[in-house]
Nanobody, 123 residues
Framework: HVQLVESGGGSVQAGGSLRLSCVASGYSIANYCMAWFRQVPGKERKAVAAIAKDGATSYAAAVKGRFTISKDNAKNTLYPQMDNLRPEDTDMYHC??????????????????WGKGTQVTVS
């Protein structure tokens, strides 16, 4: 039974930082592509960043240079470090996992496993 649980969200002022976490259970994140997406109900899901099995990273243009995705295989945990946050970054952030090819990293329908999300609010 694969489970993903996010934490670390909150409210910050523009220019501030947050570090989210996604703890996985039921499988090893070392074997899967891991990613962060953002979405609020009724709106389009958007890819934020991903990290492949080999550690290669990919970022959406809107966050490149501000967000850093990383993972700790020993802790089975995925992180994004979110710096220089902007009001437009406000959203629910979800982690996702699956056997996804690197060139498909931004395609949400390729990920079979999802967390419930953590809210990030920037004012």
């Amino acid at each position: 039974h694969v489970q993903l649980v996010e934490s670390g969200g909150g409210s910050v002022q523009a220019g501030g930082s947050l570090r989210l976490s996604c703890v996985a259970s039921g499988y090893s994140i070392a074997n899967y592509c891991m990613a962060w997406f953002r979405q609020v109900p009724g709106k389009e899901r958007k890819a934020v960043a991903a990290i492949a099995k080999d550690g290669a990273t990919s970022y959406a243009a809107a966050v490149k240079g501000r967000f850093t995705i990383s993972k700790d295989n020993a802790k089975n945990t995925l992180y994004p470090q979110m710096d220089n946050l902007r009001p437009e970054d406000t959203d629910m952030y979800h982690c996702a996992a699956g056997p996804v090819m690197p060139y498909q990293w931004s395609q949400g329908d390729k990920y079979p496993y999802w967390g419930k999300g953590t809210q990030v609010t920037v004012s």
